[in-house]
């Protein structure tokens, strides 16, 4: 494979982070006591919340490894009706602007990290992340449900995080936000100096995108 479409491991991830941090940081990881960066780690799954495959254990682990680092780091997720209430502490609840339904900020209970739960009851109110359990099948809406999710990340960054540095992407059901920073968000200027990376996972579900136009 090309270096660019290379799989990277959660510690290349880290070690990449700490160069941004500290260009000149050598040897081990730093430990940091006043956050330098803010991260919007964005993705489908996250260990223990909700997993199908090594993704959630990356999306998992990865913002523990960067807070050792003094990065701060906001994950978002879908927030599935099957997630286990009994794994997190709930925080807040609210209703960012042009969304249908609430985003509730909650803390995982083993791991202390910080995560949104953007919810919607047809969309996610479903068994199944990528696929329905009892057919086996993507869902026929996959791209309906990833593009809800998407711009909904982005109106919670826009309208309630604390201002970010990095929207840190991964996989095809995060892979429109950099377009979406581009077109539709670049000129407010809490986007002015956000950065986006995209992360693959090669073993990723398809994203079936023939019903997906440009206007979306």
């Known amino acids: 494979l090309p270096e660019a479409l290379r799989p990277v491991s959660p510690i290349s991830m880290v070690r990449a982070y700490d160069t941004l941090i500290r260009p000149d940081a050598k040897g081990g990881l730093p430990r940091r006591q ?18 199908v495959g090594g993704l959630a254990d990356v999306i998992g682990a990865l913002p523990s490894a960067l807070q050792a680092l003094g990065v701060s780091v906001s994950t978002i997720l879908p927030g599935y009706r099957f ?19 609430p ?12 995560v949104y739960l953007v919810e919607h009851e047809e969309f996610f109110g479903r068994p199944g992340v990528y696929t329905d359990p009892a057919t086996g099948e993507e869902f026929p ?21 604390p201002p ?36 693959i996972d090669r073993k990723s579900t398809r994203l079936n995108s023939s019903h997906v136009s440009e206007s979306r």
């Open 34 to 51: 006043t956050p330098v960066m803010h991260v919007a780690m964005i993705a489908a799954e996250a260990a223990p919340l909700a997993k």
């Open 83 to 101: 997630i286990d209430p009994a794994e997190f502490a709930p925080e807040a609840s609210f209703l960012p602007e042009g969304l249908s339904f």
């Open 103 to 114: 985003v509730r900020r909650v803390r995982v209970k083993r791991t202390g990290m910080l």
């Open 141 to 161: 809406d996959q791209a309906d449900r990833w593009i809800y999710f998407q711009r909904a990340a982005m109106e919670l960054v826009r309208t309630h995080l």
């Open 164 to 199: 970010v540095d990095v929207l840190h992407c991964h996989d095809q059901q995060a892979a429109l936000i950099p377009a979406y920073l581009e077109r539709h968000y670049r000129h407010d200027p809490k986007f002015w100096r956000v950065g986006s990376v995209m992360t």
